[in-house]
């Protein structure tokens, strides 16, 4: 035995027979459905229904007594509604600031002025692209670098700094698009004008025409307070090719 009455298409009652007893699940627009149980007959049943459309027809709560049960969905609804209902937030009270520039792409009060505080050492520089070009503010694929004059030669960098900086960040780029080779850039510093150097960093890169041309690295470390830093780059790791880097910064 089954059945279903509307009441007003907001009310469904399922009637549903068991062996020993008979429940009844109602369905409403408003709440979760809810099994009431037990009956004894279907006499009892249809009392129960009749008693329930009375209460709801009556003026009375709109679940007829019976308990609430919102689903999560219908509750999240509901509090949204309750939200619109009140309005929108004071936004005048907003604090807010335009976002800087990230520091790592645009310097900022801790980029150390190369040019102006060091002397740059090195072991060979095409004249077509001398060291300069490093340190020239030029960035990105295509932009000017520094190029080794011997192919295959491991080569170095020594930035001497007028007075001892505090290094914690460095910014550097390499471009290679014309062989398949793997380079690797070392660095190191000293604290004693040179005599000695303590490792910061080893980092390698493969770079293939076909593939990877161009690498951008920003390297973050323990501060150092260094007189001297020194760029070590290997540029046939594998395969052949001449060192080259396209740009350096520090910060503090």
């Not at 150390?112 to 505080?117: E, G, L």
């Not at 004059?149 to 491991?154: G, K, S, V």
């Not at 501060?223 to 350096?248: E, M, Q, W």
Request: charged share 25%; with cysteine; aromatic share 8%.
């Amino acid at each position: 035995m089954s059945e279903t009455t509307f009441l007003d298409t907001e009310t469904a009652y399922w009637v549903i027979p068991t062996d020993d007893a008979i429940s009844v699940k109602v369905v409403t627009a408003w709440n979760e459905p809810i099994t009431v149980s037990p009956f004894a007959t279907v006499a009892d049943v249809k009392a129960w229904i009749a008693g329930h459309r009375r209460r709801v027809q009556s003026g009375g709560p709109r679940n007829g007594g019976l308990p609430t049960f919102l689903s999560a969905k219908r509750r999240s609804s509901q509090h949204r509604n309750h939200r619109h209902m009140h309005g929108p937030k004071e936004l005048s009270r907003l604090r807010k600031r335009p976002l800087e520039a990230d520091a790592a792409t645009s310097g900022g009060a801790d980029e150390i002025d190369i040019a102006n505080c060091a002397t740059i050492a090195f072991s060979s520089e095409d004249p077509g692209h001398p060291v300069e070009h490093m340190f020239d503010g030029r960035s990105g694929p295509g932009a000017t670098r520094w190029i080794s004059a011997r192919p295959d030669a491991l080569e170095h960098i020594v930035v001497e700094f007028d007075q001892p900086q505090s290094i914690s960040r460095l910014v550097y780029e390499v471009e290679e698009a014309t062989r398949e080779r793997t380079q690797e850039v070392r660095m190191e510093a000293s604290g004693d004008s040179g005599r000695t150097y303590r490792q910061i960093f080893v980092q390698e890169y493969t770079f293939s025409p076909t593939g990877a041309t161009y690498q951008r690295e920003e390297q973050r470390f323990n501060r150092v307070r260094a007189s001297h830093l020194r760029l070590t780059i290997v540029p046939n790791k594998s395969g052949s090719g001449t060192a080259t880097l396209t740009a350096l910064r520090l910060f503090a």
